[in-house]
């Protein structure tokens, strides 16, 4: 199984940019979808979360601009941003837990760079 992620790139602040996490495996079943940032000198976290049952949880820094989404035909979720903010720079990494095995798997990272 492989997380294929894109979508990063560099943006003014306000801006938007949608990131993608597409699952190579047809059959892959998560329990979890989730994206993680981390920029330099500063510890891997979380951002946003998808679970199975539909419910989502987010990072209280991206509350009400960032939105985590997915398409079940295309076995591919999303993160939109919007109104960047400089303090959103950093590698931004999809994250997935198996349902049938609870292993979790992880996309190469995408960076994000938001300019001011």
């Known amino acids: 199984v492989q997380l294929v992620e894109s979508g990063g790139g560099l943006v003014q602040a306000g801006g938007s940019l949608r990131l993608s996490c597409a699952v190579s495996?047809?059959?892959?079943?998560?329990?979890?979808m989730s994206w993680y940032r981390q920029a330099p000198g500063k510890e891997r976290e979380l951002v946003a979360q998808?679970?199975?049952?539909?419910?989502?949880n987010y990072a209280d820094s991206v509350k009400g601009r960032f939105t985590i989404s997915r398409d079940n035909a295309k076995n591919t979720w999303y993160l939109q941003m919007n109104s960047l903010r400089p303090e959103d720079t950093a590698v931004y990494y999809c994250?997935?837990?198996?349902?049938?095995?609870?292993?979790?798997?992880w996309g190469q990272g995408t960076q994000v760079t938001v300019s001011s």
């Open positions: 495996s047809t059959t892959f079943t998560a329990n979890t």
């Open positions: 998808l679970r199975r049952s539909g419910s989502t």
């Open positions: 994250n997935a837990q198996s349902a049938r095995t609870q292993r979790a798997y």
